[in-house]
């Protein structure tokens, strides 16, 4: 069974976090065109921030199955809007994946950005050559926006916007 907990820039949690990067280098090399930095990439995901945030709006968070860290999930509150937090990643280990765990990962994510009252949106963008993202993000809801990102450095392709409306809680 899944769960979930914020993160903390500890020396544990960054090398559980290390392991998780280091462990699905095909993202990195799909989305970015290298292999995973274990420092450079676990700094970004403890303290890389969009533009005008700060770290009391960046919410680190893991997906454990026993003790046994498995996924990781960087969601920003407040980007690009107040009403809107980013998730800038949402990554499993290779042998994690296609078992539901995205699925449930996503779930929690959104349960616990409802708590945020302020918050009735979710933004992902996805790089299009990531096809199985894309269509992950699809299935859960999110509709692509129709802002697209030009390739920059570091990305492989361009970056597809997507966003999903929170349904209050109840509904």
Same mark, same amino acid.
């Given at each position: 069974?899944l769960r979930?907990?914020?993160?903390n820039?500890?020396?544990l949690?960054?090398?559980a976090v290390e392991?998780v990067?280091?462990?699905?280098?095909?993202?990195s090399?799909l $989305? +970015?065109?290298r292999?995973? &930095?274990a420092?450079?990439?676990v700094?970004?995901f403890? =303290?890389g921030l #969009?533009p005008?945030? !700060?770290?009391?709006?960046?919410?680190?968070?893991g997906?454990?199955?026993g003790?046994?860290l498995?996924g990781v999930a960087d $969601? +920003?509150r407040?980007?690009? &809007?107040?009403?809107?937090a980013?998730?800038?990643?949402? =990554?499993?280990v #290779?042998?994690?994946r !296609?078992a539901g765990?995205?699925?449930d990962a996503?779930?929690?994510?959104?349960q616990?950005v409802r708590?945020?009252h302020? $918050?009735?949106?979710i933004?992902?963008?996805v790089?299009?050559?990531?096809t199985?993202a894309?269509?992950?993000w699809h299935?859960?809801?999110f509709?692509?926006?129709g802002?697209?990102?030009?390739?920059?450095?570091?990305y492989?392709?361009d970056?597809?916007?997507l966003?999903?409306?929170?349904k209050?809680v109840g509904?």
């Amino acid at each position: 069974m899944l769960r979930m907990r914020r993160l903390n820039n500890s020396a544990l949690d960054r090398l559980a976090v290390e392991t998780v990067i280091l462990a699905a280098s095909d993202y990195s090399l799909l $989305v +970015v065109g290298r292999m995973p &930095s274990a420092a450079e990439d676990v700094d970004d995901f403890f =303290l890389g921030l #969009p533009p005008g945030r !700060s770290l009391e709006d960046k919410h680190p968070l893991g997906f454990f199955v026993g003790e046994r860290l498995v996924g990781v999930a960087d $969601v +920003v509150r407040g980007w690009n &809007s107040p009403n809107k937090a980013i998730i800038g990643l949402l =990554l499993f280990v #290779p042998e994690s994946r !296609s078992a539901g765990n995205g699925r449930d990962a996503c779930s929690m994510i959104e349960q616990y950005v409802r708590e945020w009252h302020c $918050v009735d949106t979710i933004r992902i963008a996805v790089v299009d050559c990531n096809t199985r993202a894309l269509s992950f993000w699809h299935r859960n809801g999110f509709v692509e926006t129709g802002e697209r990102r030009s390739k920059e450095f570091p990305y492989t392709g361009d970056r597809v916007v997507l966003e999903k409306l929170l349904k209050p809680v109840g509904e």
